[in-house]
């Protein structure tokens, strides 16, 4: 790469270094207006507009990649220099000459908007006109700083058209083998469920879904036939998606280059005609699945029509569609029945990109509903009811972090997620209420659909809970070459966090390859005072509570004070300490767990969940009931 010096450039100079250090790569990208994604060094960031702001000075920083409109970005070249322009907001990449920090300007020809670029696109240099300094990437932000050899002033540019040709093709073996290698090498919980009972069908599995991939390069495909083989393990801490942000580019008028764009989707020949045809000519043998549907806003009419091979695989296909990505006898949704009257669904959204919808329920009647909204069935019509399937938070509407009086002497504390990032708004709502949970008998803490985060999000509740010690079990992580690579990766980014514990593990787990080792001991949780208030505690419970929520329900069920209520949790909580890798197609987002927790063999809250105390049904107010029993005179009733 040719280096740069920062001092004393004027306006003949910036003409001969842009001149001959731009390559044609470039110029083609600036001439065909290319749509770009910035990434860094690491491809672990890229250059965002937070927020999708539209104002000068807005911050640009940092972010994971989404292929959002706020993280696309072109470049225009002038005598002076180059301009980054936002394709969201029109206006252009600037240093805030006040702090060097990156933001976004309407352009006014000010030397602190224009860029030298130097390098290839897959290793650039951007350097400021105005303060002669280079874009470097820092551990929050994106500042300016004088020459280097770090790699944080180092980018890339990826042509965004080129990443979003990823979801309608992809060499989908590599991605296979890709995941499958890592979830053999380094997937905690693999060694425990594929043992001698379960390997045959493992086996069998892996070469099914290997003859079905090396038979397609869909993206979408690819996608539902690896989530298939993922299923395998029933652990909801191997996170698998694919990115639905991406979408073609393109004049709005376009229409005929966005239907060749998304040609080769996953399509069935069916008209409408002859749908209506099968489902009169099979009218006593229809799935209550099965007939024409229309999404609720009238964007998409489909024909749901069960697969001959198998009776419990549905497709639903494009009649007709009011949007140019779409065209009749396209797969717009694929419903794979599971247990009773439940489906995962796999629905593709407007760019063709997949998201799953996991334990639908559908069981008869003309509505139909999804994750992504609400179908209506209109041939033939179904003589029973649609049944709503109403879950927890639907029925109740549990504020969003508060805690409130439902009555004089009774607190409801609502915790809908424990992310860490959630962590200061709930010791900040605790500690500002101290005083009113410390004067009340009864609190109900309602932690339904909370689907986890970090144990430390929930530390600041237990003294609130506490009447004997809290047993921490702890856990070991599985040291995989990849693993141990992570960790050690994450020792070499700006502005790291503990880094005296990343350093020890990674030591420990370079002296035990391929073996488990300490990630995080055990022991006691004590607490000096038992609190007299709240003197009695039930927390509700559903099956969308998850991972560091069951912990937290561990721990709270130790107390003498506390009861459960609701339903059994979700069960995911043996195998944890999710990384996100990337695969080899910007097409999919995939993350594995890496620690296994040490009460395993003898109790797995994957397997046996955790149980209420008091079991409630869904047609009942569960606040009211547990304010009943809290204040009843009687012991709580055990089921």
Known sequence: MTSLSCHGIDKKNSEDYTKKNTTRELDSIVQTHGLLIIASFDDTKVIDLYRGSQENKATVGPYDFAGSGNQIWYIEKTDQGYIIRSNFSKKVLAINLENSILVQQDFKEQD????????????????????????????????????????????????????????????????????????????????????????????????????????????????????????????????????????????????????????????????????????????????????????????????????????????????????????????????????????????????????????????????????????????????????????????????????????????????????????????????????????????????????????GTFNSILPFLYTNPFEVVGNDILASKENTAWFEKQLSKPGINNKEWFQSIVKRMKENPGKFVTYAGGGPVRYDTVLTNPRKIAILINGNCASSTEQFLLFARESKKVKLFGQPTSGTLDYSNVIEVDCPSLAFKFGYATTKTRRLPNFSVDKEKIKPDVYFTNDINWIDQAAKQLKSGNPITLK
């Not at 594929?194 to 397609?216: F, M």
């Not at 489902?279 to 998409?300: C, F, R």
């Not at 296909?317 to 796999?346: C, E, H």
């Open 112 to 455: 602190n908007q224009l860029w030298f670029i130097s390098g290839k696109t897959d290793s650039v240099r951007l350097l400021n006109k105005g303060l002669n300094k280079y874009l470097t990437l820092g551990s929050n932000n994106i500042i300016c700083e004088e020459s280097s050899n770090k790699g944080t002033q180092s980018w890339k540019f990826k042509l965004y058209q080129k990443i979003v040709g990823e979801i309608v093709s992809c060499n989908c073996i590599e991605n296979f083998e890709f995941i499958r290698n890592r979830i053999e090498t380094s997937y905690s919980g693999f060694q425990d469920k594929v043992n001698p009972s379960t390997k045959a069908e493992y086996d069998k599995l892996c070469a099914q879904s290997e003859k079905i991939i090396r038979g397609t390069r869909n993206t979408a495909f690819c996608f539902k036939t690896i989530h298939h083989y993922l299923s395998f393990f029933n652990d909801k801490h191997i996170h698998f998606n694919m990115n639905n942000n991406l979408s073609y580019v393109c004049d709005e008028k376009d229409s005929i280059n966005v239907r060749t764009f998304y040609a080769n989707s996953e399509s069935v020949h069916m008209k409408e005609n002859e749908a209506t045809l099968y489902y009169k000519s099979n009218i006593t043998k229809l799935s209550a699945l099965e007939g024409i549907w229309e999404s609720v806003a009238g964007d998409y009419r489909c024909a749901i029509i069960k697969d001959r091979a198998d009776n419990n695989h549905f497709k639903g296909i494009i009649l007709k569609a009011n949007i140019s990505s779409w065209s009749p006898g396209q797969v717009k949704m694929d419903f794979r029945k599971t247990v009773n009257n439940k489906y995962t669904l796999y629905y593709y959204m407007g760019n063709h990109s997949v998201i799953t919808n996991e334990n639908m329920e559908y069981a008869s009647g003309d509505t139909l509903y999804t994750s992504m909204g609400k179908w209506i069935k209109r041939f033939p019509k179904s003589p029973v009811a649609a049944r709503r399937v109403v879950t927890m938070s639907q029925s109740k509407k549990a504020d969003w972090f508060q805690l409130k009086n439902i009555d004089d002497s009774t607190l409801l504390l609502s915790l809908p997620s424990f992310d860490g990032n959630n962590k200061t708004l709930v010791d900040n709502l605790l500690q500002n209420n101290k005083s009113k949970l410390l004067n009340t008998p009864y609190l109900i803490i309602d932690v339904c659909g909370n689907g986890g985060g970090t144990d």
